[in-house]
């Protein structure tokens, strides 16, 4: 009687000891889920990463679009036959 009471014992000493380590865990889990940039380095997003264009490229774009145009329109042109 005293080994079933002695095991009997030692899994309720156990199973508490086990179960105060699952709720600790699950807090912890839970807690982090609530927060989740508690404790952690997060890199920024990558829109915050991305500089804008320097202004040079800016002009450069708009020049090309406006020579792109001017040479489309000379390309496209035929004289009308009357």
């Known amino acids: 009687m005293s080994f079933f009471t002695g095991a009997v014992a030692g899994a309720v000493l156990a199973g508490g000891v086990g179960q105060r380590t699952v709720f600790?865990?699950?807090?912890?889990?839970?807690?982090?889920?609530?927060?989740?940039?508690?404790?952690?380095?997060?890199?920024?997003?990558?829109?915050?990463?991305?500089?804008?264009?320097?202004?040079?490229?800016?002009?450069?774009?708009?020049?090309?679009?406006?020579v792109g145009s001017i040479f489309r329109g000379i390309t496209e042109w035929r004289p009308s036959r009357s």
């Open 24 to 66: 600790d865990n699950l807090h912890e889990l839970s807690e982090r889920m609530n927060n989740p940039r508690s404790g952690i380095e997060i890199p920024p997003a990558a829109a915050e990463r991305i500089a804008p264009p320097p202004f040079s490229a800016l002009v450069k774009q708009r020049w090309n679009e406006q």
